[in-house]
């Protein structure tokens, strides 16, 4: 099973962006969904996560713009607004399951005029 996010890009300062990742298959006891991020020179860091009864969790520095939900069993979504050119980074979607964490490719977003 692989996750596969799409919706990353180039825009403005101010823009918005909504980022989305499925996985192919079916994946056992997802305990929470998230989006990690890492800029250049910069390690990995959470950005938002939910669980699965829908609680969620955002990095101080994204709360009241970004918005992460939980479309269905397999499919999250993180809707990015107000984008600032240090939110530029590349994304990546992350499930943990009771079995293990499952990681997509990533995608690129870039905030610059």
């Known amino acids: 099973v692989q996750l596969q996010a799409c919706g990353g890009g180039l825009v403005q300062p101010g823009g918005s962006l909504r980022l989305s990742c499925a996985a192919s298959?079916?994946?056992?006891?997802?305990?929470?969904m998230g989006w990690y991020r890492q800029a250049p020179g910069k390690q990995r860091e959470l950005v938002a996560s939910?669980?699965?009864?829908?609680?969620a969790n955002l990095a101080d520095s994204v709360k009241g713009r970004f918005v992460i939900s939980r479309n269905n069993a397999f499919t999250v979504s993180l809707q990015m607004d107000s984008l600032k050119p240090e939110d530029t980074a590349v994304y990546y979607c992350?499930?943990?399951?009771?079995?293990?964490?499952?990681w997509g490719r990533g995608t690129q977003v870039t905030v610059s005029s």
């Open positions: 992350n499930f943990k399951s009771s079995y293990g964490d499952y």
């Open positions: 298959g079916i994946i056992l006891s997802i305990n929470s």
């Open positions: 939910i669980t699965r009864s829908g609680s």
